[in-house]
Structure formats: C-alpha cells, structure tokens
C-alpha cells in the first residue's frame, strides 16, 4: 500500500498531506496554464503611461492585432528608464523624448524596424527631424514618435488681465495689475523648469544663447554659467510661488480650489480643465519667448524576445483607430496627423490635426549634456533647497 | 509501542536543548536577527558599498571602482551663503536639505512633548473610563492612512485652504504662516508622531510614584517646583525614548514634506529619493547622502544612551 493512500481507522480514505499537496500543485499549475493558455498568442510588456493602460486601447491594439498586452503603468520618464536598466522585463517602453538618448546610450534598445512600423511614414515632417537629430545613430531611427504636446502657462481669466502671452509674467512682478505673490506654480522636474528659465533670460537678456542651447544639438548644452543664471533666476522666483507641481491631477485640482492664478503647465491639462471639468475661468497660452514640446516615444527593449511582434503593437500605436483612442484618453494630439479622421468635430478642435507651421514653433525637450550634467543637477536641487 | 517512545525522546532531546542559555536565547533571538539581518542590515551594508561608487553619466550604469567622489560632492561645492549663528558658509544642497531636516524635526520633537507631557500626566491621573475614552480619542485620526492624513492637512493650508478662507472671512487673512511650506510640515509631523510621544511619555509617567510628589508639595514646593524637580527628572527616560520616536523619523520624512511642503522645502528624505530614482538617477549619490544620515543619527543615539540606559526608555 502506498503511503499516500493509507485507510483511516473509521475505514473512509484520507489523503495524505503530501498528496493534497502535489494534487493542489498540479490543479494550480493546469488552472494557472488554463487561464494563461493564449494558443501561442504573443504577449508583450509594455511599460507606459496610464493613458495607454485604459480599456478602448489596448482591446483596440489587441483586436487589430493578435497580441496580449500586458500594461505597466508608470508616471515617470526616468522610471522607465531605470526599470529597462535594470533588466525589468519589458518589450516596449513609451517615454518622453527627452529620455530616448539615455536609453540609447545604455545601449537598450533596438533600431526602429520600418519594414513593420509601416505608419512611420505618416508621422508629422517635423517629428521625424526631430527623431533624425535626437535618436539616430549610423542612419537607424531608434524611437517613434506616439502622441504629443506642448508646454506654456495658464491663467486664471477672473483674476488675471488679458497680457501678452511672456513668461515675463512669472519672473517680474509687474508685469500684470495683479499681485501674484504666492499665486504661482511651476513644475517640480528640471527638464520642465529650467528650459523656461532659459527661454525667459534669451529675450530678458537679449541673449539667444540659451535659447540656441535648447536648440542646437541632441542635448541641452547649457554652460555652466548659464546654469547659474537660471538657478539664480529660479531662486529669485520662489517667494512668488505658491509651489511646485509634480502631476497634472495635482495642477488641476490646485487650480479648481483657486490655489494659484498662474500656472506653468501643458495644454492637456487645460483641455481637461476645461472638456472634463467644465472650468472656464482658464486660458492657456503659448509665451512669446517660445515653448517646450515633448512626444512621447515608443522604443522597443534589445531584451525582448517579440522584437518584432513590439514595433506591430508600436506601429499600432499611430494607426487611425487605436491612435484616436489614445488621444481621447490624454486629451493630446497624435503624432500622426491621419489619426484626426477617427475623431470628431469637437475632438478635433482640441486635440486633431495640427497645422505643421505651428509645430515649427515648439523646441522639443532634451536630456541634459553628461559634460554638465552634475552642474545642472546640482543646481536644481540648489532651487528646491 | 515505538512510536511514542521516539517521541518522548525527541521531546526530552528539546527540553534539554531548550534548557540551556545559550540554545534558549539562540531559538528565540534567532528569528529576529535573520529579519533584522536581512532587511536591515543587507540593504544597510548594500547602500554603504554603493555610496563608494560612481555612475557613467552617458550610461547612467553604476561603475564599481571605489571612489570617495559622492562624499566629497556633498560637502564640496556649495554656493549658498548659509550661517548658523555667527559661523558663515556656502553650503551645498545637501548640507541645507540636512540642516533643515534637523531643524524641523527639532521643533517638531519640541511641540510633541509640549503637548503631550500635560496629556499624559493627566491620562496618570484620570480613572479607568476617562483613560480609555482620552486614548481612544487621541488615537481616533490614526485609524486612517498616514497618506490621507497629510492631504487632510494639506487641505488646511494653502493660499485658499480652511484656515485661510476662515481667516479671509473675518477679515484677519490670507496669512503666509497658513502657506505650504515649513510651518505645515512642522504641523503634519507632529500630528503624525504625537502618539509616539504620548505613549512613551504616559508609559513613563504612570510608573510615578505620586507619593514623592505629594511629599514635595507638603515640603512648600511650588507646582512648577514639582515638576521641573521631581516629574520632569523622574519622566526622564520617558522624554529621551518619546523623542527619539518622533525626531529620527521625522529627520527623515518624505510624504509629509513632499505634500505640504508643495515642493517648495526639500528635506533629506526628499533630496535622496530625487537622486535615487529621480531624474539625476544617480543611486551612488543618493546612498553616500543616506550614510551620514545614518551615521548622524547613530551618533545622536550613542549620545542619547551615554545618559540613559536602552531599557529605561519604555518606562521609569
């Protein structure tokens, strides 16, 4: 007689431990396959923004595409960016790019398989000049652009007189017939802050020199002394604020309690202000002095086993139909200005096609030169301290 | 029978293990010096090898070949004029993040006791009834999350938060005090570690004898003699332990600063986790910033137990 099978003293049969234990394995395990069972159905990993997490888009990726989509949500460029570094297992990641030569650098991600990602082509002009000077290497692209926006400040129109849109209006204190101590917000992240300091002192001082570090290489190539200014100019600024923002959830409520009247901020938190929320009272501008521009940009992992089956789901990201999901769902523009036909009237007054003059306008966001990195950052940190 | 004849040799074999010292103490020390082994001191050890490291600035991958560079960049390089007193200098960000730590756990530290040491030497004195309904008051708020309380707090304060629209609408506000910033921090902190205070100190002052202060009073001393003289020495450990509670997490508190601070007041835990997982991503830099936090504070606790004995903090 085995000794899993022993007969109890009352004649019924009692399994033994061991045997309740591996049959409650072996159910777990056919359970656990059963529910996993996909039928040779790739999936791929993707860490994101949460936007790309909401239901129409990844049942829109998944239908067009078959694919499982498992959604990693995550708030931060540089998280996404660590987690890959440090050998997270993930297929796909979508950050700003700013970051984008940091992965690349770290030699983590792949060239940009046009072959598959056949919407590539499709993508604003402007856009792929901006891949082509960012995130080229050797004639391969190693991003694609997805969704995008741009960066101003808004203001509240019940306190705020109509002005011209300047960024004079955070660092001079007359600039407008309103008292704007302690009722200013700027965002909680160099990469946003301090390129608003260096826009602001190019017309202030006359000096395109900071702007042309925005603007003339792959990288902010700021100098050190510049770096100073920009802290001294920021630090100077603080008795004005009434803080600093780190989430646009944060910038809205703030606004909706009437806890600032000017705020630096992107325009997607304004077209949710304004579509989701029903306030009026905001009025979003682009500064004279210029704007910021980011889009987010898919790269795929050197550490993927589904490289190709990625740069579909990638290539699916500015498709028509899953690119208007993704637009809904962050109020922001498609790099693809063919996502526009899925959108409707009102969706495509806030958030559709964009005239690509008015692109020409924007700097996109850079990482920081390594050369002067510590200086930047040390700086920064000396502004929050 | 066999069977029970093996265990009853097993169990005396444990018995006469158990019975010794050393076996005892080794059973029942055992589980927590693996805990405290393995989730204190690894990681502890791991940050300190770190701190001796640098990261490729293009790769951002950590390079491990010592270096003492992450030391030197806290200390070196400052350029804001800061004085503590009469000595002036150009502190970096990290000696102003720790200098204000410091200083608000400080206050912080201070304004607990103030407010509970009358607490709970009232709670010493109340009967069974009024005790549990005082403790069960105090302790009310601390049944929700730690996160909810702070924006609770962050509600109150603000240019258009409770206190200042209350103040607004008698004519009195808005006031800068009511700001986010320090005063909201200090706030948020001492109502986060006041019932540490609190039990400490009334686990203190409830071993009392009261007779002595009975007796002090009869010999002509004055209430504020009392105290100052007989309670106050008597509750010492109580104060010491109390405060040890409060000041060491609140030295290093991030979620309280980081919401009512709105990113205007960077204390260390703030200026770390920015340079760990931050945009600096420079885990070396942040874990050198940890050591001497842990080393100040280490030193702060050999001071502290150079006067009080470790099982005189719990009780008189």
């Given at each position: 007689?085995s000794?899993?099978?022993r007969p109890?003293?009352d004649?019924?049969?009692?399994?033994s431990?061991?045997?309740?234990?591996?049959a409650v394995?072996a159910?777990?395990t056919a359970f656990a396959?059963?529910?996993?069972g996909?039928g040779?159905?790739d999936?791929?990993?993707?860490?994101?923004w949460?936007?790309?997490a909401q239901?129409?888009?990844?049942?829109s990726?998944?239908e067009?595409?078959d694919?499982?989509?498992?959604i990693t949500?995550?708030t931060?460029?540089t998280e996404?960016?660590?987690?890959?570094?440090?050998?997270?297992?993930?297929d796909i990641?979508?950050?700003?790019?700013?970051?984008?030569?940091?992965?690349?650098?770290a030699?983590?991600?792949e060239?940009?398989?046009?072959d598959?990602?056949?919407n590539?082509?499709?993508?604003?002009e402007?856009?792929?000049s901006f891949v082509?000077?960012?995130?080229t290497?050797?004639?391969d692209?190693f991003?694609?652009?997805?969704?995008w926006?741009?960066?101003g400040y808004?203001y509240n129109?019940?306190?705020?007189?109509?002005?011209d849109?300047?960024y004079?209006?955070m660092?001079?204190?007359?600039?407008?017939?309103?008292d704007l101590?302690?009722q200013?917000?700027m965002?909680d992240e160099a990469?946003k802050t301090m390129?608003v300091a260096?826009?602001y002192l190019a017309?202030?001082r006359d000096?395109?020199s900071?702007?042309e570090?925005l603007?003339?290489?792959?990288?902010?190539?700021f100098?050190?002394q510049q770096?100073?200014d920009?802290?001294?100019?920021?630090?100077?600024?603080?008795?004005r604020?009434e803080?600093?923002?780190?989430?646009?959830t944060?910038f809205i409520?703030e606004?909706?309690?009437g806890?600032f009247?000017?705020?630096h901020?992107g325009?997607n938190?304004?077209?949710?202000?304004?579509e989701?929320?029903?306030?009026?009272?905001v009025?979003?501008?682009?500064?004279q002095?210029?704007?910021m521009?980011?889009?987010?940009t898919?790269?795929?992992a050197s550490?993927?086993d589904?490289?190709?089956t990625?740069?579909?789901?990638?290539?699916?990201?500015?498709?028509p139909?899953?690119?208007?999901e993704l637009a809904?769902?962050g109020k922001?523009?498609?790099?693809?200005?063919?996502?526009a036909?899925e959108?409707n009237?009102t969706?495509?007054e806030l958030?559709?096609r964009?005239d690509?003059?008015?692109?020409?306008r924007?700097?996109?966001?850079?990482?920081i030169?390594p050369?002067?990195a510590?200086?930047?950052?040390?700086?920064w940190?000396e502004?929050?301290s | 029978m066999?069977?029970p004849?093996?265990?009853?040799s097993?169990r005396?074999?444990?018995?006469?293990?158990?019975s010794?010292?050393?076996?005892g103490?080794?059973?029942?020390a055992?589980?927590?010096a693996?805990?405290?082994a393995?989730l204190?001191?690894?990681?502890?050890?791991?940050?300190?090898?770190?701190s001796?490291v640098t990261?490729?600035p293009?790769t951002y991958?950590?390079?491990?070949e010592?270096?003492?560079e992450?030391?030197r960049?806290?200390f070196?390089?400052g350029?804001?004029?800061y004085?503590l007193?009469?000595?002036?200098?150009?502190?970096?960000?990290f000696?102003?993040?720790?200098?204000?730590s410091y200083?608000i756990?400080?206050?912080?530290?201070?304004?607990?006791l103030?407010?509970?040491?009358p607490?709970a030497?009232a709670m010493?004195?109340l009967?069974d009834r009024?005790f549990k309904?005082?403790?069960?008051?105090?302790?009310l708020p601390f049944f929700t999350m730690?996160l909810v309380?702070?924006?609770?707090?962050?509600?109150?304060?603000g240019?258009s938060g409770?206190?200042n629209?209350a103040?607004?609408?008698?004519?009195?506000?808005p006031v800068g005090?009511f700001?986010?910033?320090v005063?909201a921090i200090?706030?948020?902190l001492?109502?986060?570690?006041f019932?540490?205070?609190?039990?400490?100190?009334?686990?203190?002052l409830?071993?009392?004898?009261?007779?002595l202060?009975?007796?002090?009073?009869?010999l002509?001393a004055?209430?504020?003699?009392?105290v100052?003289d007989h309670i106050?020495?008597?509750?010492?450990?109580?104060?010491?332990?109390?405060?040890?509670f409060v000041?060491?997490?609140?030295v290093?508190?991030?979620?309280t600063?980081?919401i009512l601070?709105?990113g205007?007041?960077?204390m260390?835990?703030?200026l770390?986790?920015?340079?760990?997982?931050g945009a600096?991503?420079?885990?070396?830099?942040?874990?050198?910033?940890s050591?001497?936090?842990v080393?100040?504070?280490?030193?702060a606790?050999l001071?502290?137990?150079?006067y009080?004995?470790?099982?005189?903090?719990g009780?008189a």
């Open positions: 007689m000794r899993q099978e109890d003293d004649g019924s049969r009692r399994i431990r061991r045997s309740y234990l591996a394995g159910s777990t396959a059963g529910c996993t996909d040779g159905t999936t791929i990993n993707v860490i994101t949460n936007d790309f239901d129409p888009v990844v049942n990726v998944e067009n595409l694919v499982n989509v498992e949500t995550s931060s460029s996404m960016f660590t987690r890959l570094n440090e050998g997270d297992d993930f990641a979508v950050p700003n790019n700013n970051l984008v030569p940091r992965f690349l650098s030699d983590l991600i060239p940009v398989d046009m598959v990602v056949s590539y082509g499709d993508i604003y402007k856009f792929r082509d000077q960012q995130f290497q050797d004639g692209a991003g694609v652009p997805i969704r926006g741009w960066y808004a129109t019940d306190e705020v007189p109509d002005h849109p300047s004079r209006i660092f001079e204190e007359d600039y407008v017939d309103t101590d302690s200013i917000v965002y990469a390129p260096a826009l017309e202030a000096d395109p900071y702007e570090a603007t003339q290489d792959d990288r902010m190539t100098t050190e770096i100073q920009m802290r001294d100019l920021l630090i100077d600024q603080k008795p604020l803080g600093y923002i780190s989430s646009d944060t409520q606004f909706q309690q806890s009247l000017v705020g901020s325009r938190e304004i077209v949710r202000l304004q989701n929320q029903g306030v009026e009272n009025e979003f501008v682009v500064p002095e210029g704007a521009a980011w889009y987010e898919a790269v795929v550490a993927s589904n490289v190709e990625a740069w579909e789901v990638v290539n699916e990201y500015i498709s139909g899953t690119g208007a809904r769902a922001s523009p498609s790099c693809n200005p063919n996502v036909d959108l009237e969706e495509q958030y559709g964009i690509p003059q008015r692109i020409e924007f700097i996109p966001f850079k990482d030169d050369d002067v510590d200086a930047y950052n040390n700086a940190e502004v929050k | 066999a069977a004849d093996r265990d009853e097993l005396a074999t444990l018995v006469g293990a158990l010794s010292d050393r076996t103490l080794g059973v029942t055992l589980p927590g693996v805990w405290i393995l204190l001191l690894a990681p502890l050890a791991f940050m300190t090898a770190v001796f990261r490729d293009l991958q950590i390079v491990w010592p270096s003492l992450n030391y960049d806290l070196v390089g350029t804001t004029e004085s007193g009469p000595v002036g200098f150009q502190a970096t960000a000696e102003q993040a720790m200098l204000l200083a756990a400080t206050v912080a530290t201070v304004l607990c103030v407010l509970a040491f607490l030497y010493t004195r009967g009024a309904v005082t403790i069960y008051l105090v302790l730690y309380r702070a924006y609770s707090w962050r509600l109150m304060f240019g409770v206190l629209q103040l607004g609408a008698v004519g009195v506000g005090l700001e986010y910033g005063p200090i706030v948020g001492t109502h986060a570690y019932p540490y205070m609190l039990i400490t100190l009334y686990a203190s409830d071993g009392l004898d009261f007779s202060v009975e007796a002090a009073r009869d002509g004055s209430r504020v003699d009392v100052k106050v020495p008597l509750a010492l450990p109580g104060i010491i332990g109390g405060s040890l000041f060491v997490p609140s290093g508190a991030f979620i600063p980081q601070g709105l205007t007041v960077q260390i835990g703030i770390i986790e920015r340079r760990a997982i600096a991503s420079n885990a070396p830099a942040a874990g050198a910033a050591v001497i936090v080393l100040t504070i280490v030193v606790l001071v502290v137990f150079r009080v004995d470790l099982d005189e903090l009780g």
